[in-house]
């Protein structure tokens, strides 16, 4: 069972920047693939970024060049540093954490409400 806490979000103007924040408690966390996912209201959720227990990225279009993920296995923490935010970023950020062990373990935290003004 893997818990996840996010934090860092906020209200900020259009150009400035955050970084979001996601404690991990639970065991193996360098295992799991770890995501950023995001839910503007009357949206359905889509995905931000993910890495990999290797470290490797991916990233949706609108976050390229803007968005940048990361883990420290070491503090179970995956964070989001999102720079040149615009008010299309507004929305409720998500951390999402998965491993395929047989089946595929699922587990997302409470959310985050990033708000970007214009």
């Known amino acids: 069972q893997v818990q996840l806490v996010e934090s860092g979000g906020g209200l900020v103007q259009a150009g400035g920047s955050l970084r979001l924040s996601c404690a991990a408690s639970?065991?193996?966390?360098?295992?799991?693939?770890m995501g950023w996912y995001r839910q503007a209201s009357g949206k359905q959720r889509e995905l931000v970024a993910i890495?990999?227990?290797?470290?490797?990225?991916n990233y949706a279009d609108s976050a390229k060049g803007r968005f940048t993920i990361s883990r420290d296995n070491a503090k179970n923490t995956v964070y989001l540093q999102m720079n040149s935010l615009k008010p299309e970023d507004t929305a409720v950020y998500y951390c999402?954490?998965?491993?395929?062990?047989?089946?595929?373990?699922?587990?997302w935290g409470q959310g985050t409400q990033v708000t970007v003004s214009s």
């Open positions: 999402n954490a998965q491993q395929r062990i047989g089946i595929l373990y699922n587990y």
């Open positions: 639970g065991r193996h966390f360098s295992s799991y693939v």
């Open positions: 890495i990999t227990s290797g470290g490797s990225t």
